[in-house]
């Protein structure tokens, strides 16, 4: 082993070059589709705190009488995804209304009553805030005699979804396309270290060098070409977030959400695949040649 090692890093300095731009390669892919990760990540931690925030509004019927409310109340608290139910009524609506429309505060003023229904405020569980089955349980509520309508967001929440959605596919999309990049550029540079080393390994096999012996230093090579660009393009990409992070004004983000880095887990998995890559690419080259 120490052989092979020692054979990989002299093919790695005596073509310094042709490596360089290979691992630049490979870390210009990495730092760009991490990037994508990290910004998907991010946005997704956004989206739940969001999710968390979204309120269902159940809207009761105007001659509803109150001494309903509590078993209405029982009956929606009891309904699978509802975590709470908070009653509002329609006085409080109404000075809610004013809190938030001070500096329109003439059109309140004018009223001659309350427009306002009394209604119920529910927060649901982790599992029910997403578009489908808050969908099925509005459509629930909306069967109950006592409810006039209900309102969530629904247009909001569906094209929350469907854009980070989309973003998920694109990001899936480029990973595929950098993959096969990376390994196009990596297979080349191995040919061509094996071309310059041609009547080498020819010589090797003609004194009896089994095949295992004449790819194992250029897999060695592949491999640490592979996890220098996955740790430089990692390595660039945190100190593109330290930058970043520090400058974001707690104004844009609020108190709930602070961006993070990669998880660990990640981290080495992007890392394996960067060597991955670097391996990929040379057992593609090594496969052509050995058979020619």
């Known amino acids: 082993m120490k052989r092979y090692y020692r054979r990989a890093i002299q093919d790695l300095l005596s073509n310094r070059f042709l490596n360089s731009i290979t691992v630049v390669t490979i870390s210009l892919s990495i730092l760009i589709l991490s990037a994508f990760a990290l910004f998907l990540a991010n946005v997704g931690d ?38 709470e139910v908070s009653f509002i009524p329609k006085e409080a609506a109404l000075e809610r209304l004013r809190n938030q429309m001070q500096r329109q ?52 929440i569906g094209r929350l979804t469907s854009v980070f959605n989309l973003f998920r596919l694109a990001g899936s999309a480029l990973g595929a396309l950098f993959f096969m990049a990376a390994v196009f550029i990596v297979a080349n540079t191995i040919r061509l270290l094996i071309y310059a080393r041609r009547e080498e390994v020819e010589i090797m096999r003609l004194v009896g060098a089994t095949d295992g012996f004449i790819k194992a230093p250029f897999y060695i090579e592949g491999m640490i070409l592979g996890a220098l ?64």
């Open 105 to 156: 505060s003439s059109i309140i003023v004018g009223l001659d009553h309350n427009p306002l229904p009394d209604a119920f405020e529910l927060r649901m569980i982790p599992t029910t805030q997403t578009g489908g089955k808050m969908e099925t349980l509005a459509k629930e509520l909306e069967q109950l005699p006592e409810v006039e309508e209900v309102e969530y967001g629904q247009q909001w």
């Open 229 to 292: 660009g996955g740790v430089i393009g990692l390595g660039s990409l945190f100190l593109m977030y330290l930058a970043v992070s520090s400058n974001v004004e707690a104004s844009l983000t609020g108190d709930s959400f602070t961006l993070r880095f990669l998880p660990p887990e990640m981290v080495g998995a992007i890392l394996l695949g960067s060597i991955i890559v670097g391996w990929f690419g040379c057992y593609l080259s090594l496969k052509q040649f050995m058979k020619t």
């Open 46 to 83: 956004l989206v739940n705190i969001w999710r968390q925030g979204v309120r269902m509004m159940v809207y009761l019927q105007p001659d509803l009488q109150r001494d309903r409310i509590p078993g209405l109340r029982a009956e929606i608290q009891n309904m699978y995804g509802v975590a």
